[in-house]
C-alpha cells in the first residue's frame, strides 16, 4: 500500500524559503517519477514540479527559476526547494506521482503571508 508522508509546511514572510519534504513507502521509490502539486483555497490542485528517476526535472511556469525539486533515492524522499516565496504560494502542497499513481496523503501548509 502507498503511503506519502509530506512535512515542511509552515507560515513564513515573502521573500522567504521553506523545504518540503515527501517520505514514500509501498512503492520501489527509485524507478517512480514524483511530483509536487499544490491546492490553494478555492482551487482545483495543481501540479509544481515532477523529476523522474533520472534526475531529470519540470516546473510549473508560476514556480521556474524560484522552486527546486530533488530526490534522495535512499531515503525514498522528495524534496521540494522553495525560495522567493510570494502570497501566490499559498497552499496546501502534496507529493505524488508523475503521473499521479495513489492516493493522496494529508499534505502540508505553506502560508506565504507578512
Known amino acids: 500500500q502507498v503511503q506519502l508522508v509530506e512535512s515542511g509546511g509552515d507560515l513564513v514572510q515573502p521573500g522567504g524559503s521553506l523545504r518540503l519534504s515527501c517520505a514514500a513507502s509501498?512503492?520501489?521509490?527509485?524507478?517512480?517519477?514524483m511530483g509536487w502539486y499544490r491546492q490553494a483555497p478555492g482551487e482545483q490542485r495543481a501540479f509544481v514540479a515532477a523529476?523522474?528517476?533520472?534526475?531529470?526535472?519540470t516546473y510549473a511556469g508560476s514556480v521556474k527559476g524560484r522552486f527546486t525539486i530533488s530526490r534522495d533515492n535512499a531515503k525514498n524522499t522528495v524534496y521540494l526547494q522553495m525560495n522567493s516565496l510570494k502570497p501566490d504560494d499559498t497552499a496546501v502542497y502534496y507529493c505524488?506521482?508523475?503521473?499521479?499513481?495513489?492516493?493522496w496523503g494529508q499534505g502540508t501548509q505553506v502560508t506565504v503571508s507578512s
Open positions: 505524488n506521482g508523475y503521473p499521479v499513481f495513489g492516493l
Open positions: 509501498g512503492i520501489i521509490f527509485s524507478i517512480k517519477a
Open positions: 523529476i523522474t528517476s533520472g534526475g531529470t526535472t
